[in-house]
């Protein structure tokens, strides 16, 4: 069979499509039974630059006394600490539509197959000789980046600010089993 779903996520620019095939296969020959079974799977997601959770926490009050272009923040203030040396605190509130704005990539895909294949031989009533073997492989990318206008770099010289991280990861696997069974 094949399948497909493509799944818009709840924030803008994020959701995943998914692609899949399987293929079954039996064939007997008088006492010998011959199955396969294949199966591939592509998957690719793609996140939103900016979590929800950033949104939740932001205060819907804030001011909006901008002029048609998005503050980098939405509050300054100062802070007094009654623990500790009682020094003020600069604090500053990310806009996350500033940093939603920003240049971003956050995406993963995984494509993988798997191949169960297994003998069944009978040779008498009430006796099963079975052997199995399975084979498989994935294939996973990632890709990040982070716009160094980001506000999490505020703080940052200019050399180290954003962020590229591109990753692959490979995995191989195989198993097989022999079993006798009498009844």
């Not at 692609?19 to 039974?33: H, M, P, T, V, W």
């Not at 009430?126 to 294939?139: L, P």
Request: proline share 6%; aromatic share 16%; hydrophobic share 30%.
């Amino acid at each position: 069979g094949l399948n497909y779903a493509r799944t818009e996520g709840v924030m803008k620019t994020s959701g995943n499509d998914v692609l899949g095939f399987n293929l079954d296969l039996n064939y007997r020959l008088e006492k010998i039974l011959f199955s396969n079974k294949f199966t591939l799977n592509y998957t690719e997601a793609w996140n939103p630059p900016v979590s929800f959770s950033n949104y939740a926490n932001a205060n819907p009050m804030y001011p909006k006394d901008y002029d048609g272009e998005t503050p980098k923040y939405l509050e300054d203030f100062t802070a007094y600490s009654s623990f500790g040396n009682g020094l003020p605190t600069f604090i500053r509130e990310s806009n996350p539509l500033y940093n939603a704005s920003l240049n971003f990539i956050n995406e993963t895909s995984t494509i993988g197959f798997r191949n169960n294949f297994q003998v069944d031989y009978r040779p008498i009533p009430g006796m099963t000789i079975r052997g199995k073997f399975s084979i498989a492989k994935e294939r996973g990318k990632a890709e990040v980046f982070k716009s160094p206008f980001h506000t999490d770099y505020e703080d940052t010289p200019a050399y180290q600010r954003g962020s590229y991280i591109k990753s692959t990861t490979d995995r191989y696997t195989y198993s097989g089993a022999l079993t006798i069974s009498y009844n």
